[in-house]
C-alpha cells in the first residue's frame, strides 16, 4: 500500500462530472482531488491509474467481506470488476457524456480469502460509440493468477443540462 491520504467518500454533483472530459474525472477521483464514489469504501481501492481506456487499481479482500461459506462474497469481485470496466469506459468519453451499466457478465475462476493479499483489478474498453460501449475487467493475484473476469455492455448518454 502507498502513504496515500486518506479517501474522501461523497458523490460528486453531476454538474460537476459533466464539466470535463472523463479521463480527467477519474484521474481527479484517484488523485484525491475529487471525492470517490462511497461503494469504493467497502473496497478501499489504491494505487490507482487511468489511461484512456484503461484503469488499474489494487485492493485487498478481508474477513469483512466474507460470505456465509468462509470465503470472500462474489459481491467483493463484483464492486471491483464493475467500477473497473465503468471507469475504464468514463475515461473515453467526452465533456458533458455520461454511462450507465446495462448488464453485465462475471466468470469467477478461483476464490479469494483474508489470505489472498492484495489483488489488482484492470479494465479496458472494447468499444466505445455515441450509444454504447463495451469493455472488460480482470482480478488476479499477486502471483498475477487470474481469480475473476467480465463483460459489460454500458448506455453512453448526454447528460441534461441543468436550468439556469
Do not use: W
Request: charged content about 20%; some cysteine; glycine content about 10%.
Amino acid at each position: 500500500m502507498t502513504d496515500a491520504p486518506t479517501p474522501r467518500y461523497d458523490v460528486v454533483p453531476t454538474s460537476l462530472m459533466a464539466s470535463m472530459p472523463g479521463l480527467d474525472f477519474v484521474r481527479k477521483i484517484f488523485a484525491g482531488e475529487l471525492p470517490q464514489p462511497p461503494i469504493m469504501e467497502n473496497v478501499e481501492p489504491f494505487d490507482s491509474t487511468a489511461e484512456p481506456g484503461v484503469v488499474v487499481f489494487h485492493s485487498v479482500p478481508g474477513f469483512r467481506h466474507y460470505n456465509p461459506i468462509g470465503s470472500v462474497h462474489g459481491g467483493y469481485a463484483a464492486i471491483l470488476l464493475d467500477s473497473a470496466m465503468g471507469l475504464a469506459v468514463h475515461t473515453m468519453l467526452p465533456v458533458g457524456t455520461g454511462y450507465t451499466t446495462l448488464e453485465f457478465k462475471i466468470s469467477f475462476i478461483r476464490g479469494m480469502s483474508k489470505d489472498s493479499g492484495a489483488v489488482r483489478t484492470e479494465g479496458k474498453t472494447l468499444n466505445v460509440g455515441r450509444r454504447a460501449a463495451t469493455a472488460e475487467a480482470r482480478i488476479t493475484d499477486s502471483k498475477g493468477r487470474l481469480i475473476a473476469h467480465a463483460t459489460t455492455t454500458c448506455l453512453v448518454f448526454e447528460i441534461p443540462k441543468e436550468p439556469t
